[in-house]
């Protein structure tokens, strides 16, 4: 009876170990899709008409992006606010469907905004970015002197099934 007992206990343990198994294997859905990104933008004032950029990416998601300006406004403490629409493209000639966004700052000297909290979220696009998702923060400098910007994005992009 007792030899019964412990073939029973062990089958029990063999069996929860499979399913403590399995469901780490698998983990929580919405991790199981997503990945961290990362890269580089460097675009030009102007670039392709009045408040505007136009430029290059580089990482995760390489390809080319234009900035609309939609607007700017300077709070009473000196923080800039810039409504912006974006407008990407992949190397691979995929688009990424970019929400409008605010890019916040502070002038660090004349004509040069440090970007310090800059959200942006991706909804959507072409090809295999039709159901991805993603949110990055960026970060750098928009130098109005020259015409120059540098950001750098990090953040996490979700592909839907």
Same mark, same amino acid.
């Given at each position: 009876?007792?030899?019964?007992? @412990?073939?029973k206990? $062990?089958?029990?343990?063999?069996?929860?170990v499979i399913?403590?198994? @399995?469901?780490?294997?698998q983990?929580?859905?919405s991790?199981?899709n997503?990945?961290?990104?990362?890269?580089?933008?460097?675009?030009?004032v #102007?670039?392709?008409?009045p #408040?505007?950029?136009?430029?290059? $990416?580089?990482?995760? /998601?390489?390809?080319?992006?234009g900035?609309?300006?939609?607007?700017?406004?300077?709070g009473?403490n000196? /923080?800039?606010?810039?409504?912006?629409? !974006? !407008?990407?493209v992949t190397?691979?000639?995929?688009?990424?469907?970019?929400?409008?966004? !605010?890019?916040y700052?502070?002038?660090?000297a004349?004509?040069?905004l440090?970007v310090? #909290?800059y959200?942006v979220?991706?909804s959507?696009?072409?090809g295999?970015?039709q159901n991805? @998702?993603?949110?990055m #923060? $960026?970060?750098?400098?928009?130098d109005?002197? @020259?015409? !120059?910007?540098? /950001?750098?994005?990090?953040?996490q992009?979700?592909?839907?099934?």
């Open positions: 009876m007792r030899l019964l007992s @412990t073939n206990s $062990v089958s029990v343990l063999a069996a929860m399913l403590i198994a @399995t469901a780490s294997a983990g929580p859905a991790e199981a997503c990945q961290p990104i990362g890269g580089y933008v460097s675009t030009n #102007n670039g392709f008409g #408040n505007t950029t136009m430029g290059t $990416v580089a990482g995760d /998601l390489t390809g080319a992006v900035v609309e300006i939609l607007g700017l406004t300077t009473p000196g /923080l800039v606010d810039l409504t912006v629409q !974006h !407008h990407w190397v691979t000639g995929e688009t990424l469907a970019i929400d409008q966004a !605010h890019a700052g502070v002038y660090v004349p004509g040069l440090a310090t #909290n959200q979220h991706l959507g696009g072409t295999r970015y991805a @998702t993603g949110d #923060n $960026v970060i750098g400098e928009a109005f002197n @020259t015409g !120059h910007i540098a /950001l750098r994005f990090t953040g992009l979700c592909h839907g099934k």
